[in-house]
Nanobody, 124 residues
Framework: QVQLVESGGGLVQAGGSLRLSCAAS????????MSWFRQAPGKEREFVAA???????HYADFAKGRFTISRDNAKNTVYLEMNSLKYEDTAVYYC??????????????????WGQGTQVTVSS
């Protein structure tokens, strides 16, 4: 079992930055791939970024160049640094833990554990 708790969301103006954190407890954190997903009202949950247990990272096209995912295994925490935020980045952001194969890291159904989400609101 892994428990995930996100923090760091909030209200920010377009062009601003936020840093999300996801603290994990329970099972061995380093064994899991960690990802961030987001869900806007009326839309499906979508993949944002992943950092695998090997420390390799992967991003959705909209996140490339603006968002950075990282993990600190000593602190059992994964981060999402978001810069140049846009109105369309407004969503609830979730962290997730799992072991999907590389070709399936964007599929939310393959993640075992989820946090409760943190709201990110970008004002235009």
């Amino acid at each position: 079992q892994v428990q995930l708790v996100e923090s760091g969301g909030g209200l920010v103006q377009a062009g601003g930055s936020l840093r999300l954190s996801c603290a994990a407890s329970g099972d061995t954190f380093r064994n899991y791939g960690m990802s961030w997903f987001r869900q806007a009202p009326g839309k499906e949950r979508e993949f944002v970024a992943a950092v695998r247990s090997t420390m390799t990272t992967h991003y959705a096209d909209f996140a490339k160049g603006r968002f950075t995912i990282s993990r600190d295994n000593a602190k059992n925490t994964v981060y999402l640094e978001m810069n140049s935020l846009k109105y369309e980045d407004t969503a609830v952001y979730y962290c997730a833990a799992g072991r999907p194969i590389l070709s399936a890291i964007r599929d939310p159904n393959l993640y075992y554990y989820w946090g409760q989400g943190t709201q990110v609101t970008v004002s235009s």
